[in-house]
């Protein structure tokens, strides 16, 4: 990720692409580290690792039709699935081709993917 425009409601991948959201969560491990980039500091930008935060983030989800989640690891691909079965549209952004392929290795990275598109 280069860059969150809360603003527009955009974040801006490395490559240049811009996707489009209704709201943002930055999963970026088990501790909720905010990528020195723009936007990533903004008060609209969440960041989920108690149950204060889960139930921040679903509140926020409520009335939105979509949500970008940045960040592939356990917690965000569990939001993700969250935010899923809640009815939005999710997209998950990271840096790996499939998520967790480092630490789970290429099979569990599809696994983990299917579940994803599936959900």
């Not at 801006?12 to 692409?17: N, Q, V």
């Not at 909720?32 to 936007?39: A, E, F, K, S």
């Not at 935010?83 to 997209?91: A, D, I, K, W, Y």
């Amino acid at each position: 990720m280069a860059a969150v425009d809360c603003d527009a409601k955009t974040v801006t991948t490395t490559s240049g692409e811009v996707i489009s959201y209704a709201a943002c969560l930055l999963a970026t491990g088990s501790e909720p580290v905010r990528p020195p980039i723009p936007g990533a500091d903004h008060p609209d930008v969440l960041t989920l690792r108690s149950a204060a935060s889960a139930r921040r983030l679903r509140e926020r989800a409520q009335g939105v039709r979509s949500a970008i989640v940045v960040g592939a690891g356990f917690i965000g691909c569990e939001a993700a699935g969250s935010l899923s079965r809640l009815g939005l549209q999710v997209t998950v952004v990271c840096q790996e081709t499939t998520p967790q392929r480092t630490r789970l290795g290429y099979e569990a990275g599809h696994i983990l993917l299917h579940w994803l598109k599936s959900a």
